[in-house]
């Protein structure tokens, strides 16, 4: 049985493989891309599909699924892959 998670761009639920995991590290309490789960910690998941990504930045989802506000770091990152396609 595969993991599967909710985008928080779209909402629907896919294989957490296809995913991008975006993890708040426990130790450090920063934010990062945790493509093989090597990072600990409370984690969100969006699909690799620009269009998630975007709503997902509009809606601020991120920060009610970390329960951070510190995500202006992985915002800019996460647009950045928006727009290398
Ligand atoms: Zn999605």
Same mark, same amino acid.
Do not use: W
């Given at each position: ?22 993890? !708040? ?8 891309? =945790? ?10 998941? @969006? ?21 951070? =506000? =510190? @995500? ?5 990152? !996460? !647009? ?6």
């Amino acid at each position: 049985m595969k993991k599967q998670r909710k985008c928080q761009g779209c909402k629907k639920i896919f294989d957490a493989d296809l995913m991008h995991k975006i993890t !708040l590290e426990s130790k450090s309490g920063k934010i990062f891309l =945790n493509p093989d789960s090597k990072i600990l910690g409370r984690s969100a998941y @969006v699909c690799k599909d620009s269009q998630c990504i975007k709503t997902m930045l509009k809606k601020k989802a991120l920060r009610g699924a970390l329960k951070t =506000n =510190n @995500v202006a770091e992985i915002e800019q990152e !996460l !647009l950045r892959l928006t727009i290398e396609g």
